[in-house]
Structures are given as C-alpha cells and as structure tokens.
C-alpha cells in the first residue's frame, strides 16, 4: 500500500486525486478544493503524522454500484455524464464530464477503507470525500450521484458476511438516501441528527420516523432547530450512544458532515468542531466494545472550507487519542 505518515498507526486515513475531484466546479459549494482544504489542516495540526495517509488502491466497477444502485439508474448516469448537460436530479446534482468517473472513484475509496478494516490491516479509517447520503437506489440527489454508504452496507454483508451495521450521520442535512432504502431493515441501527426539515432540504427526518415493520425501533431521527449547537447536541447524544450499545452492532459508520457547523453557507445550525469530536470519540468506544474497533467515517457535507478541516480532522483526532 502506498502511503505516508505513522507506519505502524491503526488510523488510515484517504489522500487521493481520483476522490479530489468529485464536485461541481470551482464556483459551486461542492467544489474540488474540499479535498485540500481538509489535508491542509489536518497537516497543520500535526495530525497527518499520527496516522496512515494512503490513495485508495481502488476504483468501484459497476458491478459494486449494482448492489445498490438500478441498472437503469447508473445507465441513466453514464448517458448523462457523457453528454455533460443537464442534471441527474431536479436542479441539484449537474451531469458534468467526468463526474461518472469521479463517482466511481468515491465509491472505491470507501469499499477500500471498508476492505482494509474488514481484513485486520486498520481498525478505523476516514474517506474525505465520501458519504454521498442523498443519492437513492434509482436517484440521484443533493449532490450525490451514487451512493456509496450504501454500497458499503450492501457489501459487508454480501461479501464479508457481517449484517448488524449501525449508520450514524450528524451531517445538517438528513441522510434520507440511507434511511429510505433501509427503513424496513430491522439490521440497519440508523441515527441521524440533523437540521429539522421543515427548515432544510431534503425536507424529511421526522423524530416519528423510526423504522417501519420489523423494523420500528431501529431508528433514531432527532431534528435540531435552526441556530442549536453543541448543548444541544450533547444533551442528545447519551440517548443515542446508549440506543446504539443496546443494538451491539458489528460494523459501525459514521458520515460526519462539516456543514452542520456555524458559519456554513447553506445551512442553519450552530454547532462546533467539539461535536464531532464527541461523536466520534463515542462511536469509537462503542466499536471497541462490540465491533472489534471497526468503524470509518466519511466526509460527508460541508461548504464552509474552515469548517471542513476543522470538523474533519477533530474527528480524526479522535481515533487517534483512543488507544
């Protein structure tokens, strides 16, 4: 594997081109500089040397979109990103040249994170530019194209055979992708907290949402007004890290989105870089318990380029300080 920084470190972290140049452009929120913007600290911070850096070795076939994705739907993708007009969605997600290739490459980094884990090699692992949440199995949305949390669900159990996953995202926008394609799975331990939707695309993640049929119960949606931050937040999260234990998942992901701080552009939320800090010192102490440590955080949101690297690299931060 070729990389740089703590040879030895349990913590990979992605550093790659290929997942660099998903976006919309240099003058659209979702631009290809969040990739730097995110490096950039987390070398400035001194973090980069506690941990594995390494590219994905990895680029998703289509026969991994197909887990999840419909055929019809990523040949509507391909014909579309060819002619590089238009959008994949109602005005969200533009088809540009090359966005197909830069979605497969996504996907790969977080099968490849997903793999190594699986295999032994690390124990936790953050993918920037990943944790596509709104994409849906024949859609797409909000900027996503494929959805890659869910290809990882749909490959952890149909090919490394582990099924109780828990999928936690503090993202400011509700991952309705992830909850709408498992709300009957009884074995998908869902946690969203984001900004209410009647305030905040895509306009869904209501606290009565919790699993329908076999599956009420296992899931948790929690809805924060415009202007809440970190009290709030950590009022909610004792519930949530002891909702999880109860579940005693196998696989943990984590899709941490940085737009859920003060000062993004899109969004209304106030919380600080300690949240996600919390969160994924929690979830890394429930991984320990019942998941044999494994868990992997994915970028997710986050238009404010500050608040990128310092939501994300706290959450690295936080895989790190545990031992």
Same mark, same amino acid.
């Given at each position: 594997?070729? !990389?740089?920084?703590?040879?030895?470190?349990?913590?990979?972290?992605? %550093?790659?081109?290929?997942?660099?140049?998903?976006?919309?452009?240099?003058?659209?929120?979702?631009?290809?500089?969040?990739?730097?913007?995110?490096?950039?600290?987390? #070398?400035?911070?001194? +973090?980069?040397?506690?941990?594995?850096?390494?590219? #994905?070795? /990895?680029?998703?076939?289509?026969?991994?979109?197909?887990?999840?994705?419909?055929?019809?739907?990523?040949?509507?993708?391909?014909?579309?990103?060819?002619? =590089? %007009? !238009?959008?994949?969605?109602?005005?969200?997600? @533009?088809?540009?040249?090359?966005? /197909?290739?830069?979605?497969?490459?996504?996907?790969?980094?977080?099968?490849?994170?997903?793999?190594?884990?699986? #295999?032994?090699?690390?124990?936790?692992?953050?993918?920037?530019?990943?944790? *596509?949440?709104?994409?849906?199995?024949? #859609?797409? =949305?909000?900027?996503?194209?494929?959805?890659?949390?869910?290809?990882? +669900?749909?490959?952890?159990?149909?090919?490394?055979?582990?099924?109780?996953?828990?999928?936690?995202?503090?993202?400011?926008?509700?991952?309705?992708?992830?909850?709408?394609?498992?709300?009957?799975?009884?074995? *998908?331990?869902?946690?969203?907290?984001?900004?209410? =939707?009647?305030?905040?695309?895509?306009?869904?993640?209501?606290?009565?949402?919790?699993? $329908?049929? *076999?599956?009420?119960?296992? %899931?948790?949606?929690?809805?924060?007004?415009?202007?809440?931050?970190?009290?709030?937040?950590?009022?909610?999260?004792?519930?949530?890290?002891?909702?999880?234990?109860?579940?005693? @998942?196998?696989?943990?992901?984590?899709?941490?989105?940085?737009?859920?701080?003060?000062?993004? @552009? $899109?969004?209304?939320?106030?919380?600080?870089?300690?949240?996600?800090?919390?969160?994924?010192?929690?979830?890394?102490?429930?991984?320990?318990?019942?998941? %044999?440590?494994? +868990?992997?955080?994915? =970028?997710?949101? !986050?238009?404010?380029?500050?608040?990128?690297?310092?939501?994300?690299?706290?959450?690295?931060?936080?895989?790190?300080?545990?031992?």
């Amino acid at each position: 594997m070729r !990389g740089i920084g703590l040879a030895d470190s349990k913590i990979l972290v992605v %550093k790659d081109d290929n997942i660099a140049a998903y976006g919309f452009g240099d003058d659209h929120p979702f631009g290809p500089d969040r990739h730097g913007a995110f490096h950039r600290y987390l #070398s400035d911070s001194g +973090i980069s040397s506690l941990v594995h850096l390494a590219t #994905s070795e /990895y680029i998703a076939v289509r026969a991994d979109i197909e887990r999840f994705h419909t055929n019809e739907y990523i040949d509507r993708v391909i014909a579309h990103c060819q002619l =590089g %007009k !238009g959008f994949l969605d109602d005005g969200d997600t @533009p088809a540009i040249q090359g966005l /197909y290739e830069s979605s497969l490459a996504v996907v790969g980094a977080s099968l490849f994170v997903t793999a190594e884990i699986i #295999s032994g090699r690390f124990k936790r692992a953050f993918v920037p530019i990943a944790g *596509l949440h709104h994409a849906r199995r024949n #859609s797409a =949305g909000g900027f996503c194209v494929f959805n890659d949390i869910g290809v990882v +669900i749909e490959t952890l159990r149909k090919i490394h055979g582990v099924n109780r996953i828990a999928y936690i995202d503090i993202d400011a926008h509700h991952g309705d992708g992830v909850y709408y394609s498992y709300e009957e799975d009884p074995n *998908l331990i869902f946690v969203d907290v984001h900004e209410d =939707g009647r305030f905040l695309f895509p306009g869904t993640g209501f606290p009565e949402e919790i699993g $329908i049929g *076999l599956a009420i119960g296992t %899931k948790k949606n929690i809805s924060l007004k415009p202007g809440d931050g970190d009290v709030v937040f950590q009022e909610n999260w004792s519930c949530i890290h002891t909702f999880l234990d109860d579940f005693e @998942p196998e696989f943990f992901i984590l899709q941490c989105g940085a737009d859920s701080l003060l000062g993004d @552009p $899109i969004t209304n939320l106030a919380l600080s870089e300690r949240s996600h800090y919390l969160a994924a010192q929690s979830l890394t102490v429930l991984a320990e318990k019942h998941a %044999k440590g494994r +868990i992997i955080a994915l =970028g997710g949101g !986050g238009y404010n380029r500050d608040n990128i690297g310092r939501a994300w690299t706290q959450v690295v931060k936080a895989f790190v300080d545990h031992p």
